[in-house]
């Protein structure tokens, strides 16, 4: 649904479904991302902890599991799709 909202609003993007990694390991997703030069949407702790240490990524948003309306978090997908380059969200954490 999230990836609907925001195709709707013409925001290229890809899913794990999308690019196979559906049930891949956090570090495929953080390859394919860094490879492909996109951001991680993600509710995946993980990810926090993988930033953490100071693996390269070009962005994380994080939103912590059903803590947002499916609307809010494509609204707040949306505005910062809008706001910051790609150069601004290299190795940043975005916290919807």
Do not use: K
């Not at 953080?30 to 702790?45: G, K, M, P, Y």
């Amino acid at each position: 649904m999230i990836a609907d909202g925001l195709r709707r609003r013409h925001i290229d993007l890809t899913t794990a479904v999308d690019t196979g990694l559906l049930g891949a390991s956090d570090e495929s997703h953080l390859a394919f991302a860094n490879h492909e030069q996109r951001i991680i949407v993600t509710s995946d702790s993980d990810f926090l902890r993988l930033h953490s240490e100071g693996r390269q990524h070009p962005g994380i948003v994080y939103c912590h599991q059903q803590s947002r309306s499916v609307g809010e978090i494509i609204r707040r997908l949306a505005f910062i799709w809008e706001v910051l380059e790609a150069d601004e969200m290299h190795n940043r954490i975005e916290f919807l």
